[in-house]
């Protein structure tokens, strides 16, 4: 009896600025991508996890000698996410469209910085979190199959 293999579902979605999605990154990947950010050539990365939603994080500017982002997650039941869950047979995750940033409490909302979110920005300081606050949010995602790093800060807000 032959025995067939079974295809590996593309579950992780990788998209640097406006290029072609990259199925299945390594983290090696996403880390020097993240690295690499500036706020200019390279200020937007999407890691989507299929069903589960998608961390996006901008900038990569300089404020103060020290590179800031900004941190969101999406998750949209509109969304191709809506469909990729029933043909996964995951339960959704939330009845509804979700949107959460990451947020740094050691910094106010009173003060600005500029950051690159599509064109430059202003935002609150405490939504321009640092490289430590950042890539611990994207490395748990990736490592805890799109979950949120519990021990940060993340306030929902809404789109519209």
């Known amino acids: ?36 950010m500036d706020g200019q050539r390279l200020s937007m990365i999407l890691l989507r996890r299929k069903a589960k939603g998608e961390i996006i994080i901008h900038g ?56 690159t979110i599509s064109q430059l920005t202003v935002m609150p300081e405490n939504v321009c979190v640092c490289w430590d606050h950042m890539i611990k949010a994207v490395k748990h995602f990736f490592d805890h199959d799109g979950e949120l790093h519990p021990k940060l800060n993340w306030r929902e807000f809404d789109m519209f």
């Open 1 to 36: 009896m032959m025995k067939c293999k079974s295809r590996k579902t593309n579950q992780w979605l990788l998209k640097i600025n406006r290029d072609p999605y990259i199925e299945n990154p390594n983290w090696d990947l996403i880390q020097n991508s993240l690295s690499e």
């Open 60 to 115: 990569g500017n300089f404020s103060e000698g020290k590179k800031i982002y900004y941190v969101n997650y999406w998750y949209e039941v509109t969304d191709q996410l809506f469909q990729e869950e029933e043909e996964m047979g995951i339960k959704e995750l939330y009845p509804y469209d979700m949107h959460f940033e990451l947020v740094d409490d050691t910094k106010t909302e009173e003060k600005e910085c500029q950051i």
